[in-house]
């Protein structure tokens, strides 16, 4: 089906960007008035956690080996700048690692935990209405989709990690600019990632979804970006993704000029 489109809002992007941002406040206003349903979202997220930290903790260890492996025409400078380029070599290691952990690690707890976060979602669109133009989706047709669309998003990942990744070894501009283009990336990549129930419910795909929030690209990154830097908190990614499945749900019904108030 050929996707609405839907007139961006007419008011300052910064302002649009918060209102994104407060679609993940009121999702984690919904956790604390649905502690049971929420705490089932928890434990998907739990499981995918142990096994990213687990990846990260391994990335760190081996960073600094990784560093001299791609640094090799450093081996005969002196220490100081030999050191200096290595260290840059690391943190960008690390940036586009955790560029790709939170990005991954949202599409693969999507998938463990699709039941739980499709009923987080249908609760959020029950208490606003219902969903328009619902249609009835198989498990497992919806959950083949759900993995093909988040195995496309994580290879974007990648493919704008390598050159975030050059950039990186740039004095200065690798741990200056190179952080907040990779927050805007994964924000986006978490935003068009974490939409995907609302709009699958709604009979929407993967290039309908991106086109749709492409409207109002400022909210979308607002949220977007909020979930990614709460996702870089200790056990954030845990705590805060079933409230980030209720805040996309929110903005999907935004998107698409649908109430998202109670009325």
């Known amino acids: 089906m050929n996707a609405p489109r839907i007139a961006a809002p007419v008011t300052g992007a910064v302002g649009r960007f918060f209102t994104g941002v407060g679609l993940l406040l009121r999702g984690l206003g919904l956790y604390v008035r649905s502690p049971g349903l929420m705490l089932l979202g928890i434990v998907p997220a739990l499981i995918s956690g142990v096994l990213f930290v687990a990846a990260f903790a391994t990335l760190a260890y081996f960073v600094d080996d990784l560093a001299a492996l791609v640094t090799p025409f450093a081996d005969d400078w002196s ?3 030999r050191n200096l380029v290595r260290v840059v070599a690391g943190l960008a290691f690390l940036g586009i690692g955790g560029l790709l952990a939170v990005v991954s690690f949202t599409a693969v707890t999507l998938v463990i935990g699709d039941p739980f976060y499709e009923k987080i979602s249908e609760r959020v669109e029950e208490r606003l209405g219902g969903t328009p133009g619902a249609v009835d989706v198989a498990f497992w047709p919806s959950l083949r989709r759900s993995l093909a669309d988040s195995v496309r998003l994580v290879g974007l990942s990648v493919l704008f990690g390598i050159p975030l990744f050059a950039v990186g070894f740039v004095p200065v501009v ?4 190179v952080p907040v283009i990779g927050a805007a990336v994964g924000g986006w990549l978490l935003a068009v990632e974490l939409v995907g129930a609302p709009f699958y419910r709604r009979g929407m795909r993967l290039p309908e979804r991106r086109s749709i929030l492409k409207a109002d690209r400022p909210t979308t990154l ?12 200790p056990l954030g990614a845990v705590l805060v993704m079933p409230a980030a499945v209720a805040g996309a749900t929110l903005l999907a019904r935004r998107s698409l000029g649908q109430p998202i108030t109670a009325g």
């Open 79 to 81: 220490a100081t700048w």
């Open 174 to 177: 690798g741990q200056t600019v």
């Open 222 to 233: 607002g949220f977007g970006v909020a979930v990614f830097v709460c996702f870089l908190i």
